[in-house]
């Protein structure tokens, strides 16, 4: 191990996933006994258990198991690698630093890095998403430690961000940063979100930056769309009471008649893709986050008549999370983003934490190891 360390202790507990229906097994690893150059090792101070953890343990994902799940972390530099002098922001790395990195490691060569495209590189490594026989196991969030790989971004949390704010952005905030970016978000536009999660409530504060001239949400949640309400949404739908023409028509109605500008999918359901192509105006775009497979059937001419633009995005780009934790810096005291994280969890009580989770109780739930 490198010079550059602090004290740590010599085994990992982690919890780590078998297979659905499962509960988590507690168990311990070697604490890695060698840090590669562009690598780091992390005390995790702070995970969150994102929907898409609660989508492999119930079956609905297939991921390459046993693994340690979790990839919305943060934590304390233990030991850094000697060729890691600086994080994505230009200041200088050391141990004890309490950092924020992103959700992948990319290996910088190969077409995809090259074409600026690093969050889909062909030998991409997922944390909370590898299996721990293949590589190095320390590679998820339910656990003490974790081994940062070369290839990731990492970025400084600022100064007295508590980890409730800083841990879900390098997951929901900085994909919604992209989603923006992606789709060429205007001051002015009005938005349709469909999908009230973390994902649509990061957009509604990012919208209302960005200078959005009216926001509508719509889930099928009342609790979640209270928060959107208080994050800001200027209508919010609620599509479990209402018929779908008659959603089509108060979305039309909010937005001037013609229709909205820009309608972001956040919520993974097929029928909002049918619900969109009415709802956009002539010359609208339309951007999917959508990661389920989903097959349609639909009349092209909604797209070709209509001028409408239809993008999509997986994972992010390492500079989106940047831009995610200095969003987070200034404007996260003019939003209620310290109540995303509902309830905190040691490690050892895992699967009380993720029952709650499971439940829907709150936007996220935290395991602080
Ligand atoms: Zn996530
Ligand atoms: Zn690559």
Redesign the pocket.
């Known amino acids: 191990m490198s010079s550059n360390q602090a004290k740590i202790k010599e085994k990992v507990r982690a919890a780590v996933f078998y297979e659905k229906g499962k509960p988590l097994q507690l168990e311990e690893f070697e604490m890695p006994s060698a840090i590669e150059p562009a690598a780091a090792l992390c005390r995790i101070t702070m995970s969150t258990i994102c929907g898409s953890d609660l989508h492999t343990i119930s079956g609905r994902r297939i991921e390459a198991a046993p693994l340690i799940l979790g990839h919305e972390i943060v934590g304390e530099i233990v030991a850094l690698g000697n060729a890691l002098k600086t994080d994505g922001f230009g200041k200088p790395l050391k141990v004890g630093d309490h950092i924020s990195w992103s959700i992948m490691a ?9 074409h600026s495209l ?1 969050q889909k ?4 490594k997922k944390y909370g998403h590898t299996c721990i026989n293949d590589g190095q196991p320390l590679s998820g969030g339910y656990a003490e430690y974790i081994y940062i790989l070369p ?1 990731t971004a990492i970025f400084k949390i600022p100064a007295g961000m508590p980890d409730e704010i800083a841990t879900p952005a390098n997951c929901a905030l900085s994909t919604v940063i992209n989603a923006m970016e992606t789709i060429g978000f205007e001051k002015g536009d009005n938005v349709l979100i469909q999908g009230a999660g973390l994902l649509g409530l990061n957009l509604i504060a990012l919208a209302k930056q960005a200078g959005a001239k009216t926001i509508i949400v719509t889930d099928i949640s009342e609790q979640r769309l209270n928060l959107a309400s208080r994050f800001g949404a200027d209508l919010c739908l609620d599509l479990s009471k209402l018929s779908e023409e008659q959603t089509c028509q108060k979305i039309k109605e909010a937005a001037g008649g013609y229709g909205v500008d820009v309608v972001f999918e956040v919520c993974g359901v097929k029928a909002a893709i049918k619900q969109a192509m009415e709802v956009l105006r002539i010359g609208g775009r339309y951007l999917l986050t959508m990661v389920t497979p989903t097959t349609l059937e639909m009349d092209i001419n909604k797209i070709t008549r209509k001028y409408l633009t239809i993008k999509g995005i997986h994972n992010y780009n390492p500079h989106h999370l940047g831009a995610a934790l200095t969003f987070l810096n200034d404007n996260a005291n003019k939003y209620p983003y310290a109540e995303i994280v509902g309830q905190s969890f040691p490690l050892s009580e895992i699967e009380q934490a993720l029952q709650i989770a499971m439940s829907g109780k709150h936007i996220r739930v935290a395991i602080t190891p």
Do not use: A, I, M, V
Request: glycine share 14%.
């Open positions: 990319s290996c910088g060569k190969c077409f995809y890095c090259t690093p590189c062909s030998s991409l290839g």
